[in-house]
């Protein structure tokens, strides 16, 4: 167990979508005597406004959210705010997210239904300026291999998962529909797909978009 000198509180700042899951992490957070929730956050960009005004020492930060998703905003707090340190604590449970929180500047990720015990550790290691990961995660991210998918691959997948054609996607995002389609094409063959919705559903699933 990491120890926590006298006095010293860890402040936490939580960002996540859902107020239920908010105020039940806050809650069993606050029963630590080290430990003080300073503010909460229901999407990525209030969770960067927030660590620039309170500058918490640790983010608690959910992955999916509207808006800013968790990894941009743990980008961005990193840049902000450098000593506040990032903990992704979720429920999707994807070897793609663990890669791309890592690389965004997150210290730990670990699942939503950690022992509260265990969260508390795990808040204290990442102040202390250890890294924390769920070990079942970390160990398929290394057999899954880094996402694959360009920036740009990414993009149009993500839009496409809703049935959107290579033309809508293209008004979107200021391409050719032609160069929209040679990016669909380029991440169904990466993926190992057979079409653009298989490629969509195992991209999701990998946690790389």
């Known amino acids: ?9 860890i402040r936490l700042l939580i960002a996540d979508d859902q107020a239920l899951v908010r105020g039940a992490l806050g809650a069993l957070l606050e029963l630590e005597p080290d430990l003080t929730v300073v503010g909460m956050a229901a999407d990525g960009a209030e969770a960067v406004r927030l660590a620039g005004e309170l500058r918490p020492d640790v983010c608690l930060m959910d992955i999916q959210m509207p808006g800013m998703d968790g990894v941009e905003a743990t980008r ?3 840049q902000a705010s450098a ?3 990032v903990l992704v604590v979720t429920t999707f ?7 791309s929180a890592l690389d965004a500047g ?10 509260a015990e265990e969260l508390a550790e795990a808040v204290r290691r990442v102040r202390s300026g250890l890294r924390v990961l769920d070990p079942v995660l970390a160990a398929d991210s290394l057999f899954d291999g880094a996402n694959p998918l360009s920036d740009r691959e990414r993009e149009v997948l993500r839009l496409a998962a809703d049935g959107r054609s290579a033309a809508a996607i293209a008004s979107e995002v200021f391409l050719s529909a032609g160069t929209v389609r040679n990016h669909l094409s380029a991440a169904i063959g990466k993926t190992g797909a057979a079409n653009r919705a298989q490629a969509v559903r195992i991209a999701q699933d990998k946690g790389w978009i």
């Open 1 to 9: 167990m990491v120890s926590v000198s006298a006095g010293d509180t």
């Open 106 to 115: 997150a210290s730990g990720f670990i699942v939503k239904d950690t022992p």
């Open 76 to 78: 961005r707090i990193r």
């Open 93 to 99: 449970a994807r070897p793609g997210y663990l890669r």
């Open 83 to 85: 000593g506040t340190r």
